[in-house]
């Protein structure tokens, strides 16, 4: 099991920083496309794309050793809960707004925390617990608007649940990237993970992708892959393993508190009306957290 590098933990916070604004773009970018193509057949081309700019970059920039081909099951269950978590957004964001789909990823860092310690004997302190609890509720104030009757009246649709499931799988991932990586580079992880989560989507939705008709599919369709593929992808697996080898899984999972509000504003470039100046309310809350977050000092170490 690979601890977690002393004297790195900022740059953790600053990848996790970047991970959760290229994220967000997915969920405001994502739903143009997930109606255009299945989505088992959208997240393979994402994963064999993704996979083929990670592995240049990595025998391009770094020392790729044999030892990092030692037990290669490692790699098949990371991109086998990376797969799940990926058709499962596509199908949920068939029928999921953008926003409620983020509200639904704020789940997420307190089921990582249960995974952290599960697999790797994390502690929570009262420090961290509280501050995941004001992420949550800064979070679901951005997702709501500062509207406590909107809050009230929010239902779960199918799109949201469907969500949840492959939430689950995401908050493992996180975890089980320290658990399983035995010292090789992130970019060297993060291309087995890829390359082996290729595999799994390219058997699961094999007659998907045959019956697609990738041809007739418009422009907007491959520059919105474009971004999934360079951004939301290659580049995010690779900070989101970084930070992972560096930070607790809870912290690591905490930085999904700013996606909600990272998705209003990618909605507001995208021509989504301006939130409400309450809204700012809940951008502060998340604000405190990941400060609370932030203060080392008086953590118990993590085993």
Same mark, same amino acid.
């Not at 920083?17 to 997915?26: H, V």
């Not at 509280?130 to 406590?148: D, K, T, Y």
């Not at 989560?197 to 019956?211: D, E, K, N, P």
């Not at 599919?217 to 369709?221: H, V």
């Given at each position: 099991m690979t601890r977690a590098?002393?004297?790195s933990a900022w740059a953790g916070h600053v990848a996790m920083?970047?991970?959760?604004?290229?994220?967000?773009?997915?969920f405001s970018l994502g739903v143009l496309i997930a109606p255009m193509a299945d989505p088992a057949a959208l997240s393979a081309v994402r994963f064999v794309l993704a996979a083929g700019v990670i592995g240049a970059a990595a025998f391009a920039t770094t020392p790729v050793r044999r030892s990092a081909l030692t037990a290669p099951w490692r790699?098949?269950?990371?991109?086998?809960?990376?797969? @799940?978590?990926? @058709?499962? +957004?596509?199908?949920?964001l068939k029928t999921a707004d953008p926003v409620s789909a983020a509200a639904v990823l704020t789940l997420t860092p307190a089921m990582a925390a249960g995974f952290g310690w599960l697999l790797l004997g994390q502690h929570l302190t009262r420090r961290i617990a +509280?501050?995941?609890?004001?992420?949550?509720?800064?979070?679901?104030?951005?997702?709501?608007?500062?509207?406590?009757g909107a809050a009230l009246r929010f239902e779960i649709g199918p799109g949201e649940a469907i969500y949840f499931l492959g939430c689950v799988a995401h908050a493992a991932y996180t975890p089980m990237v320290r658990r399983l990586n035995r010292g090789e580079p992130a970019l060297v992880f993060t291309f087995g993970t890829l390359l082996a989560?290729?595999?799994?989507?390219?058997?699961?939705?094999?007659?998907?992708?045959?019956?697609t008709d990738w041809s007739a599919?418009?422009?907007?369709?491959w520059i919105v892959m474009g971004y999934l593929v360079i951004c939301a992808t290659a580049t995010s697996f690779v900070l989101l393993q970084f930070a992972s080898l560096r930070l607790p899984a809870s912290k690591v999972m905490a930085y999904t508190y700013l996606v909600p509000s990272w998705v209003i504003l990618w909605q507001m470039a995208l021509g989504s009306p301006h939130p409400p100046a309450i809204v700012i309310v809940g951008v502060g809350l998340t604000a405190l957290a990941l400060l609370l977050l932030l203060e080392t000092g008086r953590d118990r170490p993590t085993r």
């Open positions: 590098r002393p004297g920083l970047a991970f959760s604004a290229l994220i967000a773009g997915s790699y098949l269950v990371l991109g086998l809960l990376l797969s @799940v978590y990926f @058709v499962l +957004m596509f199908e949920g +509280m501050a995941l609890a004001i992420g949550a509720l800064g979070a679901l104030w951005v997702i709501f608007r500062g509207n406590p989560g290729s595999g799994v989507l390219l058997l699961w939705g094999l007659a998907a992708i045959r019956q599919l418009p422009a907007l369709f």
